[in-house]
């Protein structure tokens, strides 16, 4: 049962973001740009910035254009092409459980308050797949710096199977997808986005941002 629940997700969430159409957010449109936009020519928005880590360590900063992890399973560096290039090498890491671990790529740098337009809006990622991944995979939002497991997860690893190798593609995730059974703190956003998995997979970001949803949409709710 669990396996096919699994399963209908995965074939939503292929469906909520083929769905989607990228409009402009006018009750945001005087808002700094770094509510609006994060990533842009692939550089972070100041205050925002790029992080890596697992369980060795985590919130690994970029310095002079490269952040690794300490076994070197994750390296994101920013390309003279105006993009992030990230590269997870599925490099097992364990849990002190025992168990296999998430490495990451995490976009974070101040709080944001988007309860306002978690049902008009999306968060949409320009992406070039150059290596899907062989492993489950996940987009996240983390509130309030992740404490008390303050977090939103969306699977991607089928959307980005189906992703056209070495092409940019957009990958568009309505806010409310993140919403973690209502347990999720949209006015108190810290990591505006995280992707995480235990496989390899490799990808270039050029840009990160909000969307508005076309009118009728409605993203994951019901």
């Known amino acids: 049962m669990e396996m096919l629940l699994n399963k209908r997700c995965e074939w939503l969430s292929v469906f909520v973001v083929i769905a989607l159409v990228a409009i402009t957010l006018p009750s945001l449109a005087a808002s700094s740009n770094s ?3 994060y990533i842009e020519n692939g550089k972070p928005v100041k205050p925002w910035h790029i992080t890596v880590g697992n369980v060795l360590k985590q919130n690994i900063k970029m310095e002079s254009g490269e952040a690794r992890t300490l ?3 994750t390296i994101v560096t920013e390309t003279s092409d105006g993009t992030l290039h990230g590269k997870w090498r599925g ?3 364990k849990t002190p ?3 296999d671990a998430e490495s990451m790529m995490t976009l974070t740098g101040r709080k944001l308050d988007l309860s306002s337009i978690v049902e008009q809006a999306a968060i949409a990622v320009k992406i070039k797949i150059k290596r899907a991944p062989n492993q489950n995979t996940t987009v996240s939002m983390l509130c309030n710096w992740g404490m008390d497991k303050c977090e939103g997860k969306f699977p991607v690893k089928h959307i980005l199977k189906k992703f056209p190798k070495n092409q940019w593609s957009n990958l568009t995730i309505p806010l409310n ?5 209502g347990k999720f703190d949209y006015s108190q956003i810290t990591n505006v986005l995280k992707i995480s998995t235990k496989g390899k997979l490799e990808l270039e970001v050029e840009s990160v941002g909000l969307v508005g949803l076309p009118a009728g949409n409605t993203g994951c709710k019901k």
Request: charged fraction near 5%; include cysteine.
């Open 71 to 73: 076994n070197g399973n």
């Open 35 to 37: 509510q609006l936009s």
């Open 97 to 99: 459980w025992g168990t």
């Open 91 to 93: 490099k097992s890491v």
């Open 177 to 181: 997808c993140f919403a973690n059974n």
